[in-house]
Structure formats: C-alpha cells, structure tokens
C-alpha cells in the first residue's frame, strides 16, 4: 500500500507538472477597443473625403451603379461600379461607429454606434442628415457615456498557457483586450436585400435589410421593424444570443444565428411573425434561400466556438418544418450567394467556390483559389463583387470552370 501512495504521489506530481507547463506559441490579432461618447458621434453632418483608402473592409452594398463597402467601424466607401472593369472611388463618409447599411429612394440608412440616421445621398457627394434615432438598440446611454465605437488591429506573437485558450484555442481575453488566432484562420472576429427597384441589395452578411417600406435590423440578441422613412418603431422580437445575420426573400425573412436558422413572415406594418426554426451545431452561420431551399454555411475558427465546415442544404417547401437535405463539406465558409441552380460560396484565403445545387448534388463545379472571399453580390448573370480582408475584387463568372479577375481594389498597407 505504501509503494501505491508514492507512486500516486508522484503521478500527481507531475500531471501537475504537465499542466503548468502547458504552453503554446502563435500569431495573433490584438483588438483594441476605441471609445468615444456622446458629444463625439452625434454630430450634425456628414464629414466627406474625396478619396480614402481601403484598410479593413466590412459588409458590402449594392445601390444603383454604385457599390458601398463599409470601411468597419468607420465608414463608407462608394464606389462607381458602371464599368466593372474599372470602379472608381466616388467619395468616403466618415461615419465612427457604422458597420451596417440600407438604401431606399436615395435614404441610406447606417448605424452609428448606438444611433440608427438616415441620410439623404440624392447627391451623393453631399450628403445631408434627414433624422437620427437615438439610442436604438436600447442599450447603456447616460448622457456622458463611453461606447465602443470600433477595434483597431495589431499582430502579436504570444507565448500563452493553455487555460488562456477558449474551447477552439484560438481566442482569449487579456487586460480587456482580445486576441484571435491567425493560425486559425480567424482575423476578422469584429467585422462587428431589398427587391424593388429603388432598393439596394446587401450581402449575406448583412445585419440591415429593407423589404417594402420596412428596414429590418438585427443585433447579437433581437431583431427590430421600423416603419420608413420616417423610422418609427413598429416593435421588436427578442430571440436569445448569438444572431448574426438576415437575409431577405420576397415576404420572408431568414435569420441566422450561432445555434441555427430562423424563418419570418414579414407581416405589413408590423414585427415579423416566427414560422420555424432549424437548427445546427455552434458555428457562425450566413443563410440564403430560394423558394424552395434554404442554405446555410457553418464554419470554424471564430468566435461561436464552432467545429463544423459545411454547407447544409434544407428542405424550406414547408416553411413550418425545415428539413435537412443534404451536409457538403467545405474547407472554411463564410458568405454566399444564389443564381439559378449555381451556388457561390466564400472560402476566406481558400478562394471562391461555385456549386452545383441542380437535384440538390451539391457538386463542386468550380474552384478558384485565386480569389480571396468573404462575402459575395451577384451584379448580374455576368459579373459578381467579391469582398475579403485583402480587398474587393470584380469577378467575370460567365466560365464557371474559368472565373476570371475583372478588376480588384486591394487594401492599403
């Protein structure tokens, strides 16, 4: 017995041991908050720059001929997009705080960090404020409050213990500060579709969307109707935590989460009514959905603690009971987009990848790694806008097998 108590002794020892030693070493993204109050973001006009440069590019927005990349955190970039072959830098609003944006009739209408302001871009180079509402997410507002208004970046190489690490070992908290692994893949955890013809277009990204004369917004935990333009409050739907993004569909509304997918009716002049919910395992999830089928991406290396990489294809024929079709693996997904029966997925660094959905194959038709991408718009049968964090890139898409670069905008070191 007593050679039993020292050898359990010792096995305690050095389990002990190990664990304190326990140690890794990679490259990391440090996040610093940039705070501001009240008096600093409530301003009265809009601040234009001719020309800036693209440093960290954010959700994406089509208008008209022109495109709006949101510098994140900080503002927009229009873009003249008529000849895709050549986009030309129209102007840049400075807008602290913006990472999301809507367009109806010549009114935009962003965020700004915790205010909802519309704007009047009838002359787009001289942008006037129409109306501000604010505190709109109901959040923490006294009058000489600081908020987060954006993150600036910096890359670290950082020796830590593992009790550092959350469950994916690739985000952890120091002195309110937070690091995301780039060995992971994760570099963008704070990049904090309307059908009329006056109505823009967003991204599956997107966190603002317009159907009929209704904006729609959604945040980590609700999702808002206002009545436009004149931005009343038609009430909202507490959902939980971890939302993420909405997508439009004619009357519909698909919402993803962190846990799965939710289904709308889009009720006139009211809140959306929930019809289903579908859900899936932890993972940052865009959607997207035809009249028939919705599909879904989840992926890794995030901040949603997700282990998945796929693409899930569900049965929405009946909106009240989604089913699962199909699950194709993927390498790291992130925004996607539909035309017919061809599925544009984004891959990060990986590239950007065309999918057959035809029958539900979920056959890869194409695959070009060329192409950096994290989110994606269709400008036509011909021609999508692709966005990542190197930039955005015009991408002739008539040769599935052949996508080719038509012009690209890179970011500024």
Request: glycine share 6%; net charge neutral.
């Amino acid at each position: 017995m007593k050679n039993i108590s020292i050898l359990a002794a010792c096995l305690l020892l050095f389990s002990s041991c190990f664990r304190d030693e326990c140690t890794s070493t990679q490259r990391f993204v440090q996040y610093n908050p940039v705070m501001v109050n009240n008096q600093e973001f409530r301003k009265s006009e809009i601040k234009t720059y001719p020309k800036a440069g693209l440093e960290n590019p954010g959700k994406i927005y089509l208008y008209k001929n022109l495109l709006l990349v949101n510098e994140a955190g900080r503002g927009i970039h229009f873009y003249d997009i008529s000849k895709p072959e050549s986009p030309e830098q129209i102007v840049f609003y400075d807008i602290i705080g913006n990472f999301d944006m809507a367009i109806q009739d010549d009114k935009l209408y962003v965020d700004n960090v915790i205010d909802l302001i519309q704007i009047d871009i009838k002359d787009v180079l001289k942008p006037k404020l129409i109306k501000r509402v604010e505190n709109y997410k109901k959040g923490y507002d006294a009058p000489n409050a600081n908020h987060v208004a954006y993150y600036t970046k910096s890359n670290q190489i950082r020796t830590l213990d593992c009790s550092q690490f959350n469950g994916n070992g690739n985000v952890f908290f120091e002195n309110n500060r937070l690091f995301a692994s780039l060995d992971s893949g994760n570099s963008n955890v704070f990049s904090s579709s309307g059908t009329s013809t006056t109505t823009g277009t967003g991204g599956s990204t997107a966190r603002f969307t317009i159907i009929d004369n209704l904006l729609y917004t959604v945040n980590e935990f609700k999702l808002t109707a206002l009545q436009i333009p004149d931005l009343k409050s038609l009430g909202e739907r507490q959902m939980g935590w971890g939302i993420e993004t909405i997508y439009p569909f004619k009357d519909k509304i698909f919402i993803g989460s962190n846990t799965g997918m939710y289904i709308f009716d889009a009720v006139p002049n009211g809140v959306p009514q929930l019809l289903s919910e579908f859900t899936h395992a932890s993972a940052c999830d865009p959607v997207v959905a035809n009249d028939d089928r919705a599909y879904v991406t989840l992926r890794s290396g995030n901040t949603c603690d997700g282990t998945n990489n796929q693409l899930d294809i569900i049965d929405i024929t009946n909106l009240s009971r989604p089913r699962l079709i199909k699950t194709v693996l993927m390498k790291n997904p992130r925004g996607l987009a539909l035309f017919g029966d061809k599925l544009f997925i984004c891959e990060g660094d990986a590239g950007l990848k065309l999918v057959n959905i035809a029958e539900d194959s979920g056959n890869t038709i194409s695959f070009d790694t060329g192409i950096p991408a994290q989110d994606i718009i269709l400008l036509s049968s011909q021609t999508a806008m692709v966005i990542s964090s190197k930039g955005f890139t015009m991408v002739d898409i008539r040769d599935a097998k052949r996508m080719k670069v038509l012009s690209s905008i890179p970011i500024i070191n």
